[in-house]
């Protein structure tokens, strides 16, 4: 009978000393208070263990993408400023002040739909300018005609119900070397800081600004302002493979174990489609892992694929032969002794890079896309192991005690490895 409380099928290891390693280097390189931006589930690291976690080591505020996410940080004990990057229904701006939640205002429209929904419910929303300086998505254009944007900025200033107390923008190729996108970047900083000095010069307080995404802050450190908002680099990935920091140490590994093993014939096929075919004999794994959990199908083998995935197993590359399924994937073990039933299997993780097998960076590579997606991806099904003080450790609720210190509940428990 075993004594943990997450099945052991498929797991992703999350390492909350690799996490608060990456915030104290964000700390010390930029040397401003740091924003962690742990929207999509603290990029799929699981937000209610993550956002205490930071804050308990330094972090002076949050970002997420919505009131959903940022009423599921205060419901976990998170006590720090959290502003919401993106929309809000108007009609919800009693839950942005029960809740003391800072909204996005990037439009003359939505402030005056959020500030007559907030004369209608009696209360004050505090809020933040969102400026577009280059990135084209939301925000007042101050790139396209600087003068109607600060007219917009400054009416909506003076709308009541509504408390303006900062202001942002974001880098749209801050995390690429080229010449042209450096000055692209460069520019779009410029013009920041010119609208921040001239709203401030027309008398509008702007005590919070922040223009840093993960690249600008540790590529650009002298353009902190008041605040930086760090993304990616808290999980220990490099925003491009163009820009990579030294220090960050990558803070998931997705786990799983080998269910099954048996001989493969020459000419016999695996999985649907039969996209291989022995030419040899093989031995042959089942791992219990598919593009249920977030493993991406792109990553199946075929003969001669050579962007197929690798996983590890008893520290040895593990290719993928055949299709991906949605819960099993098989792999190719001839050259590893000895695999047997429930041995653990590392899918991906930094451990990997050694031996050839896949990290998130090389998985997001073999499939065109970027490591952001990849960790986002892990499904929801797949439990979050926290390793913390080198032990692991299975999560549940945790919660503020009157006295202000946190309260880990019963199923915070440490299990040996």
């Excluded at 075993?2 to 390492?15: G, I, P, R, S």
């Excluded at 197993?313 to 399924?325: D, E, F, H, L, S």
Aim: proline content about 5%; hydrophobic content about 40%; charged content about 20%.
């Amino acid at each position: 009978m075993t004594n943990e409380l997450y099945e052991k099928h498929c797991w992703a290891l999350v390492d909350l000393d690799a996490m608060q390693s990456n915030l104290a280097l964000i700390q010390k390189t930029v040397g401003a208070p740091v924003c962690c931006v742990v929207k999509a589930d603290a990029y799929g690291h699981g937000a209610a263990v993550a956002g205490p976690w930071l804050e308990e080591n330094g972090a002076a505020a949050f970002a997420v993408s919505c009131l959903a996410e940022a009423r599921h940080l205060r419901r976990h004990g998170i006590s720090k400023p959290i502003l919401i990057l993106g929309y809000t229904d108007p009609l919800q701006v009693d839950q942005l002040a029960f809740n003391c939640i800072t909204q996005t205002v990037y439009s003359e429209e939505y402030a005056k739909a959020l500030s007559a929904a907030a004369q209608n419910a009696g209360v004050e929303v505090h809020c933040h300018f969102k400026v577009d300086t280059g990135m084209g998505r939301i925000g007042f254009s101050v790139r396209s005609d600087f003068e109607a944007a600060i007219a917009a900025m400054e009416r909506c200033a003076a709308l009541p119900e509504l408390h303006f107390s900062g202001i942002f923008q974001h880098f749209a190729v801050a995390d690429s070397t080229t010449p042209e996108n450096e000055a692209y970047t460069q520019a779009q900083h410029a013009l920041f800081e010119r609208t921040v000095q001239r709203l401030q010069a027309d008398g509008v307080a702007l005590h919070t600004i922040h223009c840093a995404n993960s690249a600008a802050q540790m590529r650009y450190p002298e353009w902190h302002h008041s605040l930086t908002r760090a993304g990616i680099i808290l999980y220990g990935l490099d925003p491009s493979p163009e820009v990579h920091f030294d220090g960050l140490r990558p803070t998931m590994t997705l786990k799983s174990v080998v269910t099954f093993v048996k001989d493969l014939l020459p000419g016999e096929s695996v999985s649907y489609g039969r996209t291989y075919t022995a030419n040899t004999p093989r031995k042959v794994a089942t791992v219990c892992v598919g593009y249920a959990d977030g493993y991406p199908r792109a990553l199946s083998g075929s003969n001669g694929n050579p962007n197929a995935g690798v996983m590890s197993i008893r520290g040895k590359p593990a290719p993928i032969i055949g299709r991906v399924c949605m819960d099993q994937t098989l792999v190719d073990v001839t050259d590893i002794p000895d695999v047997k039933m429930n041995d653990e299997v590392t899918v991906f993780g930094p451990e990997n890079a050694a031996i050839g097998a896949d990290t998130a960076d090389s998985i997001a590579t073999k499939t065109g896309t970027i490591n952001y997606e990849i960790i986002c991806g892990i499904s929801r099904r797949v439990p979050r192991v926290y390793l913390r003080d080198a032990r692991r450790c299975v999560s549940g609720t945790i919660w503020r005690k009157p006295d202000g210190t946190r309260q880990y509940s019963q199923l915070l428990y440490h299990c040996p490895h």
